[in-house]
């Protein structure tokens, strides 16, 4: 592996602690990427001269909290700034290593709650989250949403200048603010998994490093608020959809039902990784929103079979997620769950009264649904119809053509 590679991979594993660890001097997250980028750049310069050191991420620390101090004492007067950050800011304070792990994991946890904070718009929380937390280059980002570069980079620089006019501070937050934070955090967590399990548009149904991304996010946030029940409730879920990921797709890279999925493949570690995650998320009376979704997908996985699936289980559940976070999608889901358990009948009367609504008017998957609804009950004819008008509706090329597939099953029965 050259220096430049070793530097690369090292960057990426450090550099959402090099960040947290600088905006903690600086109480601003643009700069303290900047600096970190610096140091990235001295470290350019001088391995492949002198090596890479033993510690290599305790090296790029040091050099960026140099940097950072020399900031600090640029700006204004030194005493003035002292008084803002509240600390000494003495040479030896800042030895190339970390005080201790809890340091590191106060900071990183700071970042998160920054990065994520309600002032900004979701796209902009999961952009800047990516790049700060998760590592990612501009360009990768784009990838992943599958929009222009330029559409990234300047939705991460208007986000750090929101958060610098609006002053937000940089701390993890306790009490009610901490509990409106939370969800915010979450929620884009949420969301980069979401679309790397099933990309909004595009060629491809799956994108797997965004799903790697989210639950390293989740995993890291579990472990720093152990005592937050839905953190763990979110871990839970993810872990429980990222086992299914490998059987999600065909070999040739088409959308396999969940009916339809190799069981035996799913992953058993990740599993049992998602029910220890649950245990943790509460006693399920006191569950929230992504505790009653991983409570979904747990039985889900405890069924050996597609058959053995308990949907009634199912059902209630999202009758008690509707009633905590109700939405129009929750319901067509609940819908689903109904069918299966009551009989498809039941499931067309709750998804029938969605359709009626304005809420789901461009959502594919509703069609899709009351198209596998009516070729339950033998209407072919109208199956055939609602598959085709849910392929029109979605963005991805995968999906499209499954949904295409599923239209001249049904025009051929």
């Given at each position: 592996m050259t220096v430049e590679s070793t530097l690369e991979t090292v960057f990426r594993m450090e550099s959402a602690r090099i960040i947290a660890t600088v905006a903690r001097i600086v109480r601003d997250v643009g700069i303290a990427e900047e600096i970190a980028q610096d140091a990235l750049v001295s470290a350019l310069e001088q391995w492949p001269r002198s090596g890479v050191p033993d510690r290599p991420g305790a090296w790029l620390t040091a050099a960026a909290k140099h940097r950072a101090v020399d900031l600090v004492r640029r700006r204004e007067t030194y005493a003035r700034k002292l008084a803002e950050v509240g600390r000494t800011l003495s040479e030896e304070s800042y030895d190339p290593e970390p005080s201790g792990p809890g340091d590191i994991d106060d900071d990183v946890l700071r970042l998160v709650f920054t990065a994520c904070h309600p002032v900004l718009s979701a796209d902009a929380r999961a952009a800047l989250t990516l790049r700060l937390v998760g590592g990612l280059r501009t360009d990768e980002?784009?990838?992943?949403?599958?929009?222009?570069?330029?559409?990234?980079?300047?939705?991460?620089?208007?986000?750090?200048?929101?958060?610098?006019?609006?002053?937000?501070?940089?701390?993890?937050?306790?009490?009610?603010?901490?509990?409106?934070?939370?969800?915010?955090?979450?929620?884009?967590?949420?969301?980069i998994f979401?679309?790397?399990?099933?990309?909004?548009?595009?060629?491809?149904?799956?994108r797997p490093a965004l799903c790697e991304d989210a639950l390293r996010l989740a995993r890291v946030l579990a472990g720093l608020m152990p005592e937050e029940g839905e953190v763990h409730g979110l871990a839970a879920l993810l872990e429980l959809q990222a086992s299914r990921f490998a059987t999600r797709t065909g070999p040739d890279g088409q959308p396999v039902l969940l009916a339809d999925q190799n069981r035996s493949r799913w992953n058993r570690l990740?599993?049992?990784?998602?029910?220890?995650?649950?245990?943790?998320?509460?006693?399920?009376?006191?569950?929230g929103p992504y505790a009653l979704q991983a409570a979904v997908a747990a039985c889900h996985a405890r069924a050996v079979t597609y058959e053995e699936t308990d949907w009634r289980t199912i059902a209630a559940l999202y009758g008690r997620l509707a009633a905590v976070a109700p939405s129009p999608v929750v319901e067509l889901n609940r819908a689903v769950a109904v069918s299966m358990a009551d009989g498809p009948e039941a499931g067309l009367v709750l998804v029938d009264a969605l359709a009626d609504g304005t809420a789901l008017a461009g959502y594919h998957l509703l069609p899709s649904v009351r198209g596998d609804l009516l070729a339950r009950l033998g209407r072919t004819a109208e199956a055939r119809a609602e598959f085709e008008r849910a392929a029109s509706l979605t963005r991805n090329a995968r999906e499209r053509e499954l949904l295409l597939g599923r239209a001249r099953a049904a025009g051929s029965q």
């Open positions: 980002i784009a990838r992943a949403f599958l929009v222009p570069e330029a559409t990234v980079a300047a939705r991460i620089t208007r986000a750090k200048r929101s958060l610098a006019k609006a002053g937000v501070e940089f701390e993890v937050p306790y009490g009610a603010e901490r509990a409106a934070r939370l969800g915010s955090v979450l929620e884009v967590v949420y969301l979401n679309e790397g399990y099933a990309a909004t548009a595009g060629d491809d149904l799956l990740l599993i049992r990784r998602g029910f220890a995650a649950l245990e943790r998320a509460g006693d399920g009376r006191s569950y």
